[in-house]
Every structure is written in structure tokens, then in C-alpha cells.
């Protein structure tokens, strides 16, 4: 089989590097204006677009160690969102910078009473120095292996053969609790440290969860904006149905993690953790909350029940648009009350998320161009070719 191109993404990665230039740009005049509530808005799309990366990254280690056939045809779509993970590292700069403005545990002098305590009981842990050096370990492990499974899968393009498709599994496969490990962490550094009152065990697969579901629908987006192109024809609605059906199970899962978050602090009625969910659960926080229940679990749960829903294209992507700007709206309720005492939009929160977002779809776009834009090199393209699920 030739090596196909993809030819829709030509001008497209100008034009989204336009795009990011000017959001980062205007957010960069929001942090003149208002520098506190600018950081909170780049911390939080960081935070989401981060996220979206390493969950494709986990969902490509989780194919190679299932060794999926079907998903062979779209697997260099996920490799090139996953390889997303190097943008990050540049991107990160302007959180370390601003960390003293974005995480309250760096100025414990500010804190009163209880919050002051923890800050200080915390402080071998959550300190600038050692925030920063965890914070370059997750990026790189992410930057590392993205970078390798996507090269060594480009490469199996020239060479053929089964030697790389071994080796890209043992990657993948072996990568995984490192992945596990690091997300989890991250998690806890960039999202739950922002509320010195919030304490959960399972933060960390709450923030996989979601970002893990978003990481789905992004590529059901992408692939759905490629559908045309000549060397994605073979995509079939049985593709399409296995997408959605991963919509379906992690939009079950995320609420399912959710729900365990909540009810366990809720039972055990500590001081210490109760706070968190208190101040998101009254007023108009307490009404986001209402909206993520009903609209990112309820609601695309029950549409993506349907069978000829998760086979139809054009369907699936509305649902996969819809469950991406939920997580963003469940990320943006997890980490702004800290800053703000209630739902207020600001216009860098706008700038941020499509600066920071943009700059991975110019990466993407320019990754995507680089190589063929399916991996037909790998021996398992025909089975997925031919993919009719039992």
C-alpha cells in the first residue's frame, strides 16, 4: 500500500499559529490589565488542552496493549494528538513564572487560620523548587514517549515488517503506569493544590476521567474533519461505532468517578475536605454543578445509547463538540473558585483557551503532514481495513 498524504491541513497549520499567536497574545495584555486573574485563565486551558494530550497518549499505550487491530486505520491521528505532549513544555513557562500568583500554598503569609496550617504542614511537598522539578518530569516522560511512539510508527512506514509494531507495543504497554503515576501527580499539582481544603484519593483518576473523554472526542473531531481525505476512505460506520462506543463507556466512567469523589466526602464529613464541595455546591457554583450532571453525563448518555447515533459521522462529532465543551466547563468548575467567589467570565478565560489550544492544533496539523496519514506500514492495516466487529 503507497504512503498517502494528508492535503487538507496545508494552510492549516498558518492559520491556527495565527490563531494561537493572537490568543497568547491578547492573554498577555489580560496579565497587564489584570495578571492574577489572567494566570488563572492561561493555568486553567493549560490545565485542559494538557490533559487532552496525555489521554490520547494513554489511549494509544491502551491500544498497543490490547493490541487492537481495529483501530490501526486511525491510529496515526491519535499518535499526532498525542505528540501534542512537546508543545506543553514551552507553554508551561508562563505557569512557572507565575506560580506565586496562581497557587496560594507559595505565600503562606497571606493565609489566616486553617489554610495557613496546611500550607505550612505541606510545605515539603508543595514548594516552588520541588512543584517545578515534578512538573519537568511529567511533561518530558509525556514529550518522550509520545515523540517515540509516533517516530518509530512512521518509521515501521519504510522498514515494514513486525519488529517495530513489537516494539511500539512494549512501549506503550510498558509506558502506562508511568503514565498513571504522572497524570495523577500532575492532578494533584496543578489542580487540586489550588484548594488546600481539597482532599480526595481518587483526584487523580477523576482528572484522567475527564480528560481521558475529552482525549475521545478529540479524535472523533479530527477524524471526522478528515473524513475525505483519500487515505482515511476505508473509515467505516463500524469505526465509527467503536468510537462511539469509548464516547459511551468513559462518559459513564467520568460520572461514575465523580459521584465517588463526592459521596465519599460527603459521608465522612470532614472539616478538612468538606469545604471544597461546599462552596461549589451553593449559590451559582452550585448551578455549574447542576449543568455538568445533566449535560456531560445525562443527557450525551443517553443520546449515545442510540446504535445508529454512534454509527452516524456527523451525529457523533456534535456529541464528541458537546463533550468536549463540558469538559472544559467541568475543568473550569474544578479550578476557578479558587480564584473567584463565583461564576464571573472573563475574556482572557476566551483568549487562553484558544491561544493554548490552537498552538496544539498548529503542532498536530505540522505532525500530521510529516508522515503518511495512516500507518501503512503496520501488517494489522488490512484487518483493520476489513474491521467488523462480532
Known amino acids: 500500500m503507497s504512503a498517502p498524504r494528508v492535503e487538507v491541513g496545508r494552510g492549516l497549520v498558518a492559520r491556527a499559529a495565527l490563531v494561537a499567536a493572537a490568543g497568547l497574545g491578547l492573554t498577555a495584555v489580560g496579565a497587564v490589565l489584570d495578571l492574577r486573574r489572567a494566570l488563572a485563565s492561561y493555568h486553567t486551558a493549560f490545565t485542559f488542552w494538557a490533559g487532552i494530550a496525555v489521554g490520547a497518549l494513554i489511549l494509544l499505550g ?10 490501526v486505520l486511525v491510529r496515526r491521528v491519535v499518535e499526532v494528538i498525542a505528540t501534542t505532549s512537546l508543545v506543553f513544555v514551552p507553554l ?6 507565575g506560580a506565586r500568583r496562581i497557587f496560594p500554598w507559595l505565600e503562606p503569609d497571606r493565609l489566616s487560620g ?8 505541606r ?3 508543595l514548594n516552588l523548587p520541588f512543584f517545578l522539578v515534578r512538573a519537568a518530569l511529567y511533561l518530558v516522560a509525556w514529550a518522550v514517549v509520545s515523540h517515540l511512539l509516533w517516530r518509530w510508527s512512521v518509521r515501521q512506514d519504510r522498514e515494514r515488517g513486525v519488529a517495530l509494531t513489537a516494539r511500539l507495543r512494549r512501549l506503550g504497554t510498558g509506558a502506562l ?5 504522572t497524570v495523577t501527580f500532575a492532578a494533584i499539582d496543578w489542580q487540586e493544590s489550588l484548594d488546600l481544603h481539597h482532599s480526595s484519593t481518587i483526584f487523580g483518576v477523576y482528572y484522567f476521567s475527564g480528560s481521558f473523554l475529552a482525549a475521545i472526542s478529540v479524535v472523533i473531531l479530527a477524524l471526522y474533519a478528515l473524513r475525505r481525505e483519500p487515505a482515511l476512505e ?4 463500524d469505526h465509527w461505532h467503536s468510537l462511539g462506543k469509548l464516547l459511551l463507556a468513559f ?3 467520568w460520572a461514575y468517578i465523580a459521584f465517588s469523589q463526592y459521596m465519599l466526602i460527603w459521608i465522612a464529613n470532614l472539616p478538612a475536605e468538606v469545604p471544597f464541595f461546599i462552596h461549589r455546591t451553593r449559590g451559582a457554583w452550585g448551578v455549574v454543578g447542576i449543568l455538568l450532571v445533566v449535560f456531560h453525563f445525562a443527557v450525551p448518555f443517553f443520546l449515545l445509547l442510540s446504535r445508529d447515533r454512534k454509527r452516524d459521522p456527523r451525529q457523533l462529532a456534535a456529541l464528541a463538540a458537546w463533550q468536549l465543551a ?21 475574556w482572557t478565560d476566551l483568549t487562553a483557551l484558544v491561544g493554548v489550544g490552537a498552538a496544539a492544533v498548529a503542532f498536530a496539523a505540522w505532525r500530521l503532514r510529516q508522515g503518511a496519514a495512516v500507518p501503512v506500514g503496520d501488517p494489522y492495516l488490512e484487518d483493520s481495513l476489513r474491521y467488523q466487529p462480532q
Open 234 to 237: 476505508g473509515l467505516t460506520a
Open 326 to 346: 463540558m469538559h472544559w466547563l467541568d475543568v473550569y468548575y474544578t479550578m476557578m473558585p479558587a480564584v473567584v467567589p463565583s461564576p464571573a467570565p472573563h
Open 251 to 253: 462518559t459513564a466512567f
Open 114 to 121: 486553617d489554610l495557613r496550617r496546611l500550607a505550612e504542614h
Open 177 to 181: 503506569p508511568l503514565l498513571a503515576v
Open 62 to 71: 491502551a491500544f498497543h496493549a490490547t493490541k487492537a487491530r481495529w483501530m
Open 123 to 125: 510545605a515539603p511537598y
Open 92 to 97: 508551561f513557562l508562563p505557569v512557572a513564572l
